[in-house]
């Protein structure tokens, strides 16, 4: 992996057109004057950063917090003491915005205390143009602004921000080339994700994404395998390959591949044990995928394939591109060649026009299809989304009640599954010491099913045996054999 000695960069000379080379330049300009700060002050700068959405994001601020390290900030316990605090923010569902407006009200107390602090927000709200206006208006306390494009940048805002000392607002329209080779900081010492993709083309119409990530657009897989050997150089067991719709990967690439090739390749690389991915369209699966992810044998046994409704004209109009009968199609096919897998979704409830008889059609799919998980939402209005302006929104006492049908459905199945691994063993990755007890450890099994079982902290990061002996609807409870 690209390796730069911040030490050899001259911050004296102009900087460089390289991106990268220019970012590693500003790097080096912003880790002089935090030094310096840090001297004046007799203690050392930390930052904070506060992470909302999806895989995607959070593997974004394991890059934010990889170049804040290279700057010499360390990190601190609590958001109010930090000198810097990123909120890298999420707008797929409303209650997510709420959130960070929130906690912008709160950090204005802090930042009086501590003036030395700074306010960052990046991610996908901040590509909105309303959030943007309301952040000028009400939030003048921030003192950088980026989107998903730029955040490779970070280094060059914060400089311009010590510079001016003037709030600093950089979002741009459209994606530029992607940037490689950023430094990171992984949250785990043994798994680490891999983005293969960004963005996506789908334009689910109840769906923010593809107006806040931008057009689908794929990594070469030579740059994806080179950062997984160095990853597996350096102790990773453990892949997430991540995409919006992984299923698409190597669409307007020049070179002839496809995810199912890709996912043959990170097979072949010495060193990882488990290759995971997420997300898959339904409309995209080929036969292709099944076939490598039943003879790849480090592909764990698990498919998160999101549904979002069981009505076809929920569908149709949700913009998703397949029916009923197709997904339920998938999952017979996906079983029959691949027995044990696990099967988990997502499902909303509340879109424009749902009646309960629409939910009831998504029922039947959870009792065919027989999920081993899900993640359930209730519908939340997207502005600029076309399910926003439709004219048929369902009040909230009907979602409530069709979303609650919905749990009531889900549950028993998950805890049915659930039991029948009790009694059985199987191989599970130590992944932390658990918050409720200290004296067990969570894994997961290679279906992704959630495990506390007996243990202690140097345990983490490897593969154990482990023998189911009890179950809950959401986790299994075992011991190490
Ligand atoms: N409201 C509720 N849930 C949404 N999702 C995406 N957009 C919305 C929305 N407007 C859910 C979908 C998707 C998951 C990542 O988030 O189920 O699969
Ligand atoms: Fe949103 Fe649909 Fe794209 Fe998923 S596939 S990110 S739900 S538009």
Redesign the pocket.
């Known amino acids: 992996m690209f390796e730069v000695d911040l030490d050899n960069i001259n911050t004296s000379s102009v900087p460089p057109l390289d991106k990268n080379e220019r970012q590693y330049y500003y790097m080096a300009k912003v880790r002089d004057i935090i030094r310096e700060k840090s001297r004046e002050r007799g203690k050392p700068f930390t930052f904070f950063i506060q992470t909302f959405g999806c895989q995607m994001n959070a593997h974004d601020s394991e890059k934010l917090r990889g170049m804040l390290r290279e700057m010499d900030y360390e990190e601190a316990e609590e958001e109010k003491n930090a000198d810097f605090v990123i909120y890298n923010t999420c707008c ?1 569902r409303e209650n997510a915005e709420n959130k960070v407006y929130g906690n912008l009200g709160y950090l204005k107390h802090s930042k009086r205390e501590n003036p030395h602090m700074k306010i960052a927000l990046c991610g996908c709200m901040m590509q909105q143009d309303t959030v943007l206006q309301t952040i000028r208006q009400k939030y003048k306390h921030v003192d950088i602004v980026f989107g998903t494009f730029n955040l490779y940048k970070l280094a060059e805002l914060m400089y311009t921000n010590f510079e001016t000392e003037a709030p600093v607002f950089d979002i741009w329209k459209e994606h530029g080339d992607i940037v490689e080779d950023l430094p990171t900081i992984r949250h785990f010492k043994y798994k680490a994700s891999v983005n293969i993709m960004f963005g ?5 119409s ?5 107006y806040v ?1 931008g057009r689908e657009r794929s990594r070469c897989s030579a740059d994806i395998i080179n950062e997984i050997k160095a990853l597996a150089a350096d102790g990773v067991k453990e892949v997430t390959l991540l995409g ?2 992984v299923n698409s990967y190597g669409r307007g690439l020049e070179e002839e591949i496809t995810f199912a090739k890709l996912l043959r390749m990170v097979n072949e690389v010495e060193g990882i044990e488990r290759i995971r991915f997420m ?1 898959s ?1 339904p409309k995209d699966l080929s036969d292709e995928l099944i076939y490598a992810m039943r003879d790849c044998e480090k592909v764990c046994k698990h498919i998160h394939l ?1 549904v ?1 409704a069981g009505n076809d004209e929920i569908l149709r109009v949700m ?2 591109k397949y029916t009923k009968q197709h997904y339920l199609g998938l999952v017979e096919k996906i079983r029959k060649e691949i027995p044990d897998i696990a099967i988990t979704t ?1 499902i909303m409830v509340g879109f424009p026009g749902e009646t309960k008889e629409c939910v009831e059609d998504t029922i039947d799919v959870i009792k065919k299809a027989r999920f081993n998980g899900a993640f359930t939402f209730i519908y939340s209005k997207r502005t600029g989304t076309p399910a926003a302006v439709m004219e048929n929104q369902i009040p909230e006492d009907q979602v409530k009640k069709n979303f609650n049908r919905v749990l009531e459905a889900l549950n028993p199945i998950i805890y049915e599954l659930n039991c029948k691994k009790v009694g059985k063993v199987y191989k599970v990755m130590a992944d932390d010491v658990s918050t409720s007890d200290e004296s067990y450890i969570t894994g997961r099994l290679e279906d992704n099913s959630l495990v506390h079982f007996k243990g202690d902290r140097s345990m983490i990061g490897d593969i154990f045996d482990v023998k189911i002996t009890d179950c809950k609807t959401f986790y299994l409870i075992g011991e190490k054999v």
């Open positions: 797929v996506c083309n789908n334009f689910c109840y769906c923010i994404v593809p990530r919006q719709n997300t369209h999101p979002q913009n998703r997502d």
